[in-house]
């Protein structure tokens, strides 16, 4: 019923920047995204939060984030962007787009792309 395809991963050098995009394709109808974002999981540690954005266009960083990254979001069209500027090598992960449909108003599930992942390397 969700399908996330996630793109725009990659390589890039210290200092670099990556755009990465999100394309939720929903069967059915819903009532809207609740949420919409991205976490991220390095090798050996836990997934964590980078940042989100609501259907009303609040957002949430990690500290870690804040002033580099960008969250931004097309509702119309389903989809979440993360454009990461200044990255360094510590931003190498394995990044995931996560959605919150809002189904009915009672019914609410959160779903997960494959990830895709971002290496900084020089």
């Known amino acids: 019923q969700v399908q996330l395809v996630e793109s725009g991963g990659g390589l890039a050098q210290p200092g670099g920047s990556l755009r990465l995009s999100c394309a939720a394709s929903i069967s059915g109808g819903f009532m809207r995204l609740d949420t919409m974002g991205w976490y991220r999981q390095a090798p050996g540690k836990e997934r964590e939060l980078v940042a989100t954005?609501?259907?009303?266009?609040?957002?949430t960083y990690a500290r870690s984030a804040k002033g580099r990254f960008t969250v931004s979001s097309y509702n119309a069209a389903n989809e979440v962007y993360l454009q990461m500027n200044s990255l360094q090598p510590e931003d190498t992960a394995v990044y995931f787009c996560t959605i919150t449909v809002q189904w009915d108003p009672m019914t609410q599930e959160d779903y997960w792309g494959q990830g895709t992942q971002v290496t900084v390397s020089s």
């Open positions: 954005i609501t259907h009303y266009g609040a957002t």
